[in-house]
């Protein structure tokens, strides 16, 4: 089974390293970070690399996708580099995925029409013009489909989980649940636009917005 | 304020990549992620290549030390360079912290001595010895002894929002909460022991047992 994990400049790390790190443990699979050219991106704001071991045209049958978000992912919905590869390998793959803002580049792509789909809270309308049903859900899944879609940033961590579930049973996701102790704890309860106080909210999409926009002009 | 994030061969990833993403937000701070030699470091399977910025001894005031854990960290419990490294800088931290593992490291350089501390469920009981006990919470946080130690590899999320909140004052976590969508939604009940199918708990302890013993003959 191989997992092949879109890595690209500026975007966030826990929208991919909350799936890799579960995927990983997946018995027998094995995880491939592809991007536009072998070396490091780098996140929204510099501070972290990660590598990139292939290029996107060297991994065209893999059984699962990731595409995760990020100010950058703006850029990706207009590459048609990428674009292409995701057109051209989503129909052999068992589960192509995105979390957060990757939802939007999937959406661009053309593989979410007429299906429901989430993506980050603060940007959930903009699905709608790619031909998708904006759902405010934590995981979307559409099994004939084969299309997974997440909400916002650490919503991978329960996708990949469910992913698991669907790959290798139940178990196999307790298993790993374990092994990551992921038995979350949040310390407030701010989590969505549904919980948090008013003006976080709005102070939050605020800023959201200003990246995305200053990431359209540079 | 700066935030040194620790990075080694064979760590878990979303240790540190749970921690920072919510750190990274923390307005003005800046991360630097450290280790032994400026390049990459791989996960425990090599799947994943993470930079390293600056080594450890250009970075001798940090406000914050986040010490992940995984396979590789046994290695850094014998390593007088790390050990001596987190003595010289830990004096003069607003806090140091751990995530699984990560927190043998800190008991080895000797800074959880005759502290309640928590790392991963299945090596608590290892902390005796290092002389800290072993308590099974999720985050355990010694404000005085600037310490706070995380239990296995998702909680380092649950920790770093906490440890925000001590820096910046609750709306401060309860933003970046929101902004990373943590609204947690395991899709089963097994994150932690106490939850976990039995036999599911005993497989996964045999299979960190096993890998711990081959790093340590490795």
Sequence with gaps: ??????LFPRLTALDIVGPYEVLQ?????SVVFVGHEIGTVRTE?????LSV???????????VVVVPGGYGSRALMDDERVLDWLRAVHPTTTYTTSVCTGALVLGAAGLLQGLTATTHWSVLNDLEALGATPTSQRV???LDERIITAAGVSSGID???LLVARLAGVEAA???????EYDPAPPFDAGSPATAPPEIVEAVRARVSANLASVLVA
Tied chains: 1, 2.
């Excluded at 089974?1 to 879109?6: E, K, L, R």
């Excluded at 307790?174 to 990551?180: E, G, K, V």
């Design 1 to 6: 089974m191989q997992i092949a994990a879109v």
């Design 25 to 29: 443990r997946l018995p027998g699979a």
């Design 45 to 49: 704001n510099g501070f972290l690399g």
């Design 53 to 63: 071991d292939a290029v996107f045209e060297d991994v065209m049958a893999p059984d």
């Design 140 to 142: 979307v899944e559409h």
């Design 159 to 161: 996708m990949a989980l």
């Design 174 to 180: 307790q298993a790993i649940q374990l092994a990551i």
